[in-house]
């Protein structure tokens, strides 16, 4: 059953993540430009900005992101298939970009400490799992499934510029790697959206045992009045 006032807390949770995603996207487009104009965002991680501007807009956009995420996660399962590994690969995103945004990385330099270390491998954990858990996800609601389609699209979109941006960090010397970063923080904050839209769909209430089919509210037997019947 559930209990008086979830359910309008719950239709709260959606607007909670698109905010948080407002603001992510605002302190990543234009913290740069109040950091220092003459350095280039094309060629520089949205956490090199937010080393040089400790507790700014940045972290705290990732933070607050990395909560909404996980409030999300803890409502998901009313409409989506989340249970089991998705919701694991959920968790690490939103843990993940919590740690990113606490711990910080060094500013502008290849001589990292054992705080950029846990800053580096907690944001490719968190940019890896979440465009994992939506191909999860996809394959869960079936491939006629409208939801599928357009989360499969994401996820595979993000994964490809989680791919592009280990290229350039490992083999391209960083070329244009802010570029590649942004476009895949673009695909996975937009793919954030979408499930928070599809985790609006109501569910029916309550479980149904195996083997048996919930009868409609409309069709159940009248029982209020009659205890005592006989």
Same mark, same amino acid.
């Given at each position: ?29 234009? &913290? ?6 003459? =350095?280039?965002? #094309? ?8 080393? =040089?501007?400790? /507790? /700014? ?10 909560? %909404?995420? #996980? ?8 409409? #989506? ?8 690969? #959920? @968790?690490?995103?939103?843990?993940? =970009? ?8 060094? &500013? ?11 800053? +580096? ?10 465009? %994992?858990? &939506? ?21 595979? %979109? ?10 350039? &960090?490992? *083999? ?18 937009? =793919?954030?959206?979408?499930?928070? *839209?599809?985790?609006?769909?109501? +569910? ?15 069709? +159940?037997? @009248?029982?209020?009045? +009659? %205890?005592?019947?006989?």
């Amino acid at each position: 059953m559930t209990r008086p006032g979830s359910r309008n807390w719950s239709h709260l949770v959606a607007p909670m993540v698109w905010a948080a995603i407002a603001l992510a996207v605002n302190a990543a487009l234009w &913290a740069p430009m109040d950091t220092d104009p003459e =350095l280039s965002p #094309l060629s520089l991680t949205i956490s090199d900005f937010a080393a =040089l501007d400790r /507790g /700014g807009p940045i972290e705290t956009g990732m933070a607050l992101l990395g909560v %909404a995420s #996980l409030l999300l996660l803890a409502w998901a399962a009313r409409a #989506l298939p989340v249970r089991g590994l998705p919701s694991v690969l #959920l @968790a690490v995103w939103g843990l993940g =970009l919590v740690v990113a945004a606490v711990v910080p990385t060094d &500013a502008l330099t290849t001589h990292l400490s054992g705080s950029a270390y846990v800053h +580096r491998y907690a944001s490719v954990a968190a940019f890896v799992a979440l465009p %994992a858990a &939506a191909l999860l996800l996809a394959r869960r609601l079936g491939p006629g499934e409208r939801r599928a389609r357009s989360v499969r699209v994401l996820g595979w %979109a993000a994964l490809t510029g989680a791919a592009v941006m280990a290229c350039s &960090a490992n *083999l391209g010397d960083r070329e244009l790697i802010g570029l590649a970063e942004r476009v895949l923080l673009g695909c996975e904050v937009t =793919l954030l959206g979408v499930l928070a *839209l599809y985790a609006r769909a109501p +569910r029916a209430a309550g479980p149904v045992l195996p083997g048996r089919r919930e009868m409609p509210e409309q069709e +159940r037997p @009248a029982t209020r009045g +009659r %205890a005592g019947v006989r």
